[in-house]
C-alpha cells in the first residue's frame, strides 16, 4: 500500500465527512497534504506567529491556551482525533496571527495541509466548505461555554463539592444533564468539567453515572470554594 493510501485511509476514520470530497477536490488534497508526527511538548504556534497550514489531528491532543503578561494561562480547548483548530481557521480565513499558543500536550499525528490549499479548497468544495465551518461552529460554541465558566462562577469546585458529598462506595446515578440541573448551570459546562475530572483521574464517566475515584481530590478542591 503506497504512503499517501495509508493516508486517506487513516483520514477517512478520523474524518468521515472528507470522505465525500467531490473527485477533483479529493486529488487536490491528497497532493497537498502531508503526514506529520510531533513530539509531546513541541509549541506548533505562538501569540503572534503566522499561520502557514492547516492541521487535522488523528492521534494526540493539542493544548491551545492563552497565557497572560503575568503569567496566567487558561486552556482555551483541546484538539484531539478527529478535530481540528478554531484559531487556525479563523487565522487563515482572516489572513491574522494566532492569538494564543499551541502545545502538543501528547505526542500528536497529524495530517497539514498548506495555506494556499486550504483556501483553494475552501474556495471551490462545497464538502470542504461545510466541513470547515461545521467544526468551526461546534469549537464556537465550546469556548461560549467557557466564557460562561469563566464570566459566572467556579463550576469546578461546585461539581467536586456535589459529587464528593454523594461519594459513598456507589457510582453516582445522574445523567449530566441531572447534574447540570442540580447545579444551575448548563449540560455542556458540566461535560466539559466532567471530562477534565476523568483526565486527572478523579472520576470515570459511564453513561448514566459517574464512579468516583478519588474523593479526596474533590473535597480539596470544593473546599477552596
Not at 22 to 31: G, L, S, Y
Amino acid at each position: 500500500m503506497r504512503h499517501n493510501d495509508c493516508m486517506d485511509q487513516e483520514l477517512a476514520n478520523a474524518f468521515p465527512r472528507l470522505a465525500a470530497l467531490e473527485p477533483d477536490a479529493a486529488r487536490h488534497f491528497t497532493q497537498a497534504a502531508r503526514l506529520a508526527a510531533i513530539p509531546a511538548g513541541t509549541v506548533l504556534f505562538q501569540d503572534g506567529s503566522a499561520c502557514t497550514g492547516y492541521v487535522l489531528v488523528l492521534d494526540g491532543a493539542i493544548r491551545v491556551q492563552k497565557v497572560a503578561e503575568n503569567g496566567r494561562e487558561i486552556v482555551l480547548y483541546r484538539v484531539e482525533r478527529g478535530e481540528t483548530c478554531v484559531l487556525t481557521t479563523n487565522c487563515l480565513i482572516g489572513r491574522s496571527d494566532y492569538a494564543a499558543e499551541g502545545i502538543a500536550e501528547t505526542a500528536v499525528r497529524a495530517v497539514s495541509l498548506p495555506a494556499a490549499t486550504f483556501r483553494s479548497l475552501l474556495a471551490g468544495s462545497a464538502v470542504f466548505r461545510d466541513f470547515v465551518f461545521g467544526a468551526y461552529a461546534t469549537r464556537i460554541a465550546d469556548l461560549l461555554v467557557l466564557i460562561e465558566e469563566v464570566a459566572f462562577g467556579r463550576i469546578d469546585m461546585r461539581l467536586a463539592g456535589w459529587l464528593a458529598a454523594r461519594a459513598g462506595g456507589e457510582a453516582v446515578r445522574a445523567t449530566h444533564q441531572d447534574i447540570a440541573v442540580e447545579l444551575g448551570t448548563a449540560r455542556e459546562v458540566i461535560s466539559r468539567q466532567l471530562k477534565d475530572f476523568e483526565r486527572r483521574g478523579w472520576v470515570t464517566l459511564y453513561r448514566g453515572r459517574v464512579e468516583v475515584r478519588d474523593a479526596g481530590a474533590l473535597g480539596r478542591l470544593a473546599e477552596r470554594m
